[in-house]
């Protein structure tokens, strides 16, 4: 029973291309985000979600945009890839947003490389 | 504004030894703090998280982290590495708000040697 899933695992496309990234959790909280994991292992917020609703949309490229269907789901798609978006994307869920300490559970991360 | 900075992007001790993985914060209001490990090719996971109830917190795998308001610090410790200890560790601190959003430090990569 994977807690945080997200598919692909791994990603690799040509520059220029659009795709996407989807990320489902199952243990029924409210909140997801996006994190970016650089070559340098650096982890950066994009983008949360509560309950639906965008909450948290750091300076990221228009190019980036996140779509909540419901909210055990929070896909990212991506439009004209470049070669700086290669990276590891981690979608993460928590419960008790706006208190600050929920633990947040993450996602095994999507690789993604751009061509 | 808040921030978290790792000593040592890279530590190294042997197998049974003190590990102690240094970090500061800088936060403009009371923080919650947080150690995630993340193993190779895998996602982070949760060791422990301080909430500002007891400032001496435990965690999972043996590792434990004292929150020190005065130093503004919570360095995470365990008295005696294993070998699957080997990952990136990192710190992180969120803020009360409308989101628990983390902001994360720069990682510590933990060498266990026999």
């Known amino acids: 029973d994977t807690a945080v899933s997200q598919t692909p695992k791994y990603l690799v496309t040509q520059m220029g291309n659009d795709k996407s990234i989807k990320c489902e959790q199952n243990l029924g909280h409210d909140t997801m985000y996006w994190y970016k994991q650089d070559s340098k292992k650096f982890l950066k917020i994009m983008f949360s979600?509560?309950?639906?609703?965008?909450?948290i949309n750091e300076t990221v490229p228009n190019r980036f945009s996140p779509k909540s269907p419901d909210k055990a789901h929070l896909n990212l798609h991506i439009n004209s890839l470049e070669l700086g978006d290669s990276a590891v994307y981690f979608c993460?869920?928590?419960?008790?947003?706006?208190?600050?300490?929920?633990?947040?559970?993450f996602g095994p991360g999507t690789r993604l490389t751009v061509l | 504004a808040q921030s978290v900075t790792q000593l040592g992007s890279h530590v190294s001790v042997s197998e049974g030894a003190l590990v102690l993985l240094r970090c500061n914060y800088s936060?403009?209001?009371?923080?919650?703090l947080f150690w995630y490990v993340q193993y190779p090719n895998q996602g982070l996971q949760l060791l422990l998280k301080y909430t500002s109830a007891a400032t001496l917190v435990k965690g999972i795998n043996g590792f434990e982290a004292e929150f020190k308001k005065s130093e503004t610090s919570f360095h995470l410790t365990k008295p005696s590495a294993h070998m699957s200890d080997a990952a990136e560790y990192f710190c992180?601190?969120?803020?009360?708000?409308?989101?628990?959003?983390?902001?994360f430090g720069t990682g510590t990569r933990l060498q266990v040697t026999l």
């Open positions: 979600y509560n309950n639906k609703e965008l909450i």
């Open positions: 993460a869920s928590s419960q008790e947003a706006g208190r600050g300490y929920g633990e947040q559970f």
């Open positions: 936060s403009s209001v009371p923080p919650y």
């Open positions: 992180a601190v969120s803020e009360v708000g409308t989101a628990s959003k983390l902001t």
